[in-house]
């Protein structure tokens, strides 16, 4: 996906410990910077340094806002870090992280990756209570809930606080000298922690540890609460759920190819997702060329599968800016054509398989076959390597409202006349958990409106998803009814 129409991430994490002193804020910076994939708006960094906080953050990217801590040494022990994108919450500097406050419980300073489910209900009552919230990023929330706990220490205090908050955190705290890391007992999102020569990093992906050349890592256990101070790396669990429920599509998607997450590398994960759509794809091609970058990985395992010659028919220009406001569609194809350029040689005269990962309102993709038309192709079918997505998501992912996604509208059939395609087919939902090595672990919510845990879904989404039952039910009612008949129908797409 480009980004004019794209689902977006709300934000990664990093965190340093070290036993003696070193340069905090340049570790934090190069593990912001492998992961500013995962949110582009703003970016910052807490430390402490002489026994006080010190917080420094935002609008931008970590080249930018952070490049002043690779000037000079900052030696101190501890400290966390933050890329974010704005949903909710605005592109303010006001909702940049990390959020540092100084409460009853002493200085906390919090990073976060997620989305409290349960937000709007909890702060109608701190609200009601006479609590004064600065952000409406719901991570101010949780530092409200720790404020107020009559716990006697921070951390009894975390074990109270955090029963309470449902949906998806994969956060990083300071309190004084101490750094926690959690990661909610369902797993929604990825969080690693690795050690070397007394020097803990925490981050989102493991391509942040790559960086600062940290091999041996391990993921955190759902409901795992992580506590590094000066008496080491000990481990506490805030209780278990039955299921986890780790995002898909950080595997579809969001993460680097280069990262693990979830036990998978992310592109050989993307690779099996190529290989299944192809497996089960008849058409006729003689090129299969991916959507650059999002589309790679997916491509190639399409290619080799299919048996089709992978080619770069597409070039993508890293240098175009991201945030382009386009009202009209003249500007839109001309951010398209900005970011993405055929390359005629590798398409005039051919049948060609475009692949990407996922499909949200189909305007870019309708540019982009157009795009590939006006290069010369003979044919333009389009695969993407994830469902239908149907359905918004409440854990921390930006996914456009129902009306919006194009999915919610028209069959592929019609998307494909929509975009002017040859054909367009989607990986089914099943061909997905082929390619996962726990498919009972993951959370499919925006593909199938099955939410792992209670949403708060308008009336109007509700109505949605009554009508859907309502329908599936009957259709299901209907094939019963005339099965003998079913194999006799045409195909449909
Ligand atoms: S609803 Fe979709 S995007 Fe959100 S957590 Fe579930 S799989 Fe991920």
């Given amino acids: 996906m480009i980004e004019s129409d794209c689902i977006e991430h709300e934000c990664g994490v990093a965190a340093v410990h070290a036993r003696d002193l070193i340069n905090i804020p340049e570790k934090l910076f190069f593990t912001l910077f492998a992961q500013q994939h995962r ?42 870090g933050h890329v974010r994108y704005s949903t909710h919450g605005g592109n303010k500097l006001e909702n940049a992280q990390p959020i540092l406050v100084d409460c009853n419980k002493g200085e906390i300073a919090l990073a976060h990756n997620g989305n409290i489910a349960n937000m709007p209900i909890i702060k109608e009552r701190l609200f009601a209570e006479g609590s004064i919230f600065q952000t409406s990023s719901d991570s101010e929330l949780i530092l409200h809930l720790l404020s107020r706990s009559r716990a006697p220490s921070f951390l009894e205090a975390l074990h109270e606080v955090l029963p309470e908050i449902e949906g998806a955190y994969s956060m990083v705290l300071m309190h004084d000298d101490t750094l926690i890391a959690v990661r909610d007992p369902s797993g929604f999102r990825p969080l690693y922690v690795g050690e070397q020569d007394g020097v803990t990093v925490v981050a989102s992906e493991t391509c942040a540890l790559d960086i600062v050349k940290i091999s041996n890592y391990r993921e955190l256990e759902p409901g795992e609460v992580l506590i590094v101070d000066h008496l080491g790396a000990r481990s506490e669990h805030i209780g278990k759920r039955e299921a986890e429920s780790r995002c898909v599509f950080e595997l579809i998607y969001f993460a680097r190819p280069d990262s693990q997450v979830f036990g998978h590398s992310v592109h050989t994960a993307r690779k099996a997702m190529g290989r299944a759509l192809a497996r089960s794809d008849e058409v006729e091609a003689d090129i299969v060329v991916p959507i650059p970058d999002s589309g790679n990985s997916a491509a190639l395992g399409y290619a080799e ?13 890293h240098y175009a800016g991201r945030s382009f406001i386009m009202p009209t569609t003249a500007e839109r194809d001309l951010a398209v054509r900005m970011k993405l350029h055929p390359v005629r040689e590798v398409i005039e005269g051919r049948r060609v398989v475009l692949v990407d990962d996922s499909l949200v309102r189909g305007t870019t993709a309708r540019l982009l076959v157009q795009l590939v038309r006006e290069a010369g192709a003979r044919e333009v079918h389009l695969r993407l390597c994830s469902p239908e997505i149907r359905w918004p998501c409440f854990f921390g992912i930006d996914i456009p409202t129902r009306r919006e996604l194009i999915s919610n509208a028209m069959s592929p059939g019609e998307i494909a006349r929509y975009i002017r395609a040859d054909s367009v087919r989607f990986l089914t939902l099943e061909e997905l958990q082929s390619c996962l090595n726990a498919p009972g672990a993951y959370c499919y919510a925006c593909f199938s409106g099955a939410y792992p845990i209670e949403v708060p879904l308008t009336d109007e989404e509700r109505a949605v998803g009554r009508e859907r039952d309502l329908r599936e039910m009957r259709e299901a009612m209907d094939i019963a009814e005339h099965r003998g008949a079913a194999h006799n129908a045409p195909d449909q797409e």
């Fill in 39 to 80: 949110g582009q708006e703003s970016t910052g960094v807490a430390y402490r340094k002489d026994g006080r906080t010190v917080v420094y953050k935002d609008l931008g990217m970590v080249s930018t806002v952070l490049a002043r801590y690779l000037e000079r040494e900052r030696l101190c022990r501890v400290g966390i």
């Fill in 305 to 317: 599968a299919s048996g089709t010659p992978l080619e770069f028919g597409l070039t993508r220009n």
